[in-house]
């Protein structure tokens, strides 16, 4: 009896292994950086995330099942790939998370799958096991939850039940682009039709669900920047989409994309920093700046590219610019503009001295801003 609990033991700790190594491809679920994560003790993957109420815990990312049934030219997982199949039942996993949340090793669950057995089957297994993590184990923290292109309806109305957050990779910005890397699926039909389902559900409320991700595999379908921003403006604009991820394609041996360079990581930054433009700063898809080629300038951030542009626009008065025109300046975000409201209430900046006390980006904004009338770069510093 002892040799039979200690081999499913050891099979359990080899499925941690493998399925907790394949789900660090996915970012979709607000985790910090991958160099962050740690290495558990059992070969278990745990990630810094920061949820949306900006309280930061620590998540087990983990696959249900790997070695999918699909043939995604850029996956490890992909049908055919070197990666071989192991699934967990939805006990054993239920019961893992359960033994590392208890020991306080973890504080949520982030829950995708490769597809086994068509993606019913397999959603109905994550589904399952999160069903027993919430009525039998009484968790009543925080869980993201992948839906698999291909699930019905019902299950993702139940994922939305159980689930806090729940997310649908696109991949790619165009059915043609999607086309390159993943045959068989269709953008529209399958994955931009998701979204809207789950955007109108997020807009009648009443369930756990309050928000949904998605992700794009940058540089793999040859895909354009002003492809994948402008597929994500659309979506936040019409399917109450929360957040877009980006993940920089990377070659994996055994693909049919293993010959294909992967792209520059700072392609990867600029998409992030546009992104927090377009949710964040009050910039829409039309005030971003593409080069000939369709994509974000590398060698500089696309807030500075719009800047340069309009140098009709500099230097702000400090002490009556709008909010929206503030964040504007190189230099100021939204907590930086936030804090020269507050500030202005009460009293008028004039000095550099206010301003390094109201942001911290003071030298990147001085150049830009007037204070009280006189040009910030006039003023000698004194401390």
Same mark, same amino acid.
């Given at each position: 009896?002892?040799r039979?609990?200690?081999?499913?033991?050891?099979?359990?700790?080899?499925? #941690? *292994?493998t399925?907790g190594?394949?789900?660090r491809?996915? +970012? @979709?679920? %607000?985790?910090?950086? !991958?160099?962050?994560?740690t290495?558990?003790?059992d070969?278990?993957w745990?990630?810094?995330?920061v949820?949306?109420?900006?309280?930061?815990i620590?998540l087990?990312?983990?696959l249900?099942a790997?070695?999918?049934?699909?043939?995604?030219g850029y996956?490890?997982q992909r049908?055919?790939?070197?990666q071989?199949?192991?699934?967990?039942t939805p006990d054993?996993?239920?019961g893992?998370?359960?033994? #590392? *949340?208890?020991?306080?090793?973890v504080?949520?669950?982030? +829950? @995708?799958? %490769?597809?086994?057995g !068509?993606a019913v089957?397999?959603?109905?297994r994550?589904?399952?096991?999160?069903?027993i993590?919430?009525?039998?184990?009484r968790?009543?923290?925080?869980?993201?939850l992948?839906?698999?292109?291909?699930s019905e309806?019902?299950?993702?109305?139940?994922?939305?039940?159980?689930a806090?957050?729940?997310s649908?990779?696109?991949?790619?910005?165009?059915?043609?682009?999607?086309?390159?890397i993943?045959?068989g699926?269709?953008?529209?039909?399958?994955?931009i039709?998701t +979204?809207?389902f789950?955007?109108?559900r997020l807009e009648e409320g009443?369930?756990r669900?309050?928000?949904?991700?998605?992700?794009f595999?940058?540089?793999?379908?040859?895909?354009t920047d002003r492809?994948i921003?402008?597929?994500?403006?659309r979506?936040?604009r019409e399917l109450?989409l929360?957040?877009?991820?980006?993940s920089?394609?990377?070659?994996?041996?055994?693909?049919?994309l293993?010959?294909k360079?992967?792209?520059?990581l700072?392609?990867?930054?600029?998409?992030?920093?546009?992104?927090f433009?377009?949710?964040?700063y009050?910039?829409?898809?039309?005030?971003i700046?593409f080069g000939?080629?369709g994509n974000?300038s590398?060698?500089m951030?696309?807030?500075s590219?719009?800047?340069s542009?309009?140098p009709?626009?500099f230097?702000?008065?400090?002490?009556?610019?709008?909010q929206?025109?503030?964040l504007?300046?190189p230099?100021?975000g939204?907590?930086?503009a936030?804090?020269i409201?507050?500030?202005?209430?009460?009293?008028?900046?004039r000095?550099?001295k206010?301003l390094q006390?109201?942001s911290?980006?003071w030298?990147t904004?001085?150049?830009?801003l007037l204070?009280?009338?006189?040009?910030a770069?006039?003023?000698?510093?004194?401390f």
């Amino acid at each position: 009896m002892f040799r039979i609990m200690e081999d499913r033991r050891m099979g359990i700790e080899k499925k #941690l *292994h493998t399925l907790g190594q394949a789900a660090r491809f996915d +970012l @979709s679920c %607000a985790c910090g950086d !991958s160099d962050q994560r740690t290495r558990g003790e059992d070969g278990k993957w745990i990630y810094p995330a920061v949820l949306p109420d900006g309280r930061r815990i620590f998540l087990l990312k983990i696959l249900q099942a790997g070695g999918c049934e699909r043939n995604c030219g850029y996956c490890a997982q992909r049908s055919g790939g070197l990666q071989g199949r192991s699934m967990f039942t939805p006990d054993e996993l239920a019961g893992l998370f359960d033994r #590392l *949340h208890r020991s306080g090793k973890v504080g949520g669950l982030f +829950l @995708s799958s %490769a597809i086994h057995g !068509s993606a019913v089957k397999t959603m109905d297994r994550m589904l399952a096991t999160v069903e027993i993590i919430r009525r039998k184990q009484r968790f009543h923290g925080f869980v993201h939850l992948k839906i698999l292109p291909g699930s019905e309806e019902p299950q993702i109305r139940r994922a939305m039940e159980l689930a806090n957050r729940v997310s649908v990779n696109l991949e790619a910005p165009t059915d043609e682009s999607l086309r390159r890397i993943a045959p068989g699926k269709s953008l529209e039909n399958d994955l931009i039709k998701t +979204l809207g389902f789950i955007g109108a559900r997020l807009e009648e409320g009443h369930l756990r669900a309050t928000s949904q991700t998605t992700q794009f595999v940058v540089g793999a379908g040859d895909e354009t920047d002003r492809e994948i921003l402008g597929t994500l403006w659309r979506c936040y604009r019409e399917l109450n989409l929360g957040r877009g991820y980006f993940s920089a394609f990377q070659p994996i041996r055994g693909t049919p994309l293993e010959g294909k360079p992967a792209p520059p990581l700072d392609r990867e930054h600029r998409l992030y920093q546009s992104d927090f433009l377009l949710r964040k700063y009050g910039f829409t898809y039309e005030d971003i700046v593409f080069g000939g080629e369709g994509n974000l300038s590398l060698n500089m951030d696309p807030k500075s590219v719009w800047v340069s542009l309009h140098p009709e626009i500099f230097p702000v008065e400090i002490n009556t610019a709008p909010q929206p025109l503030l964040l504007r300046v190189p230099g100021i975000g939204p907590d930086s503009a936030s804090k020269i409201l507050r500030f202005r209430r009460t009293d008028r900046i004039r000095s550099l001295k206010n301003l390094q006390s109201l942001s911290r980006r003071w030298r990147t904004a001085a150049p830009y801003l007037l204070l009280d009338g006189k040009r910030a770069l006039g003023q000698r510093v004194l401390f």
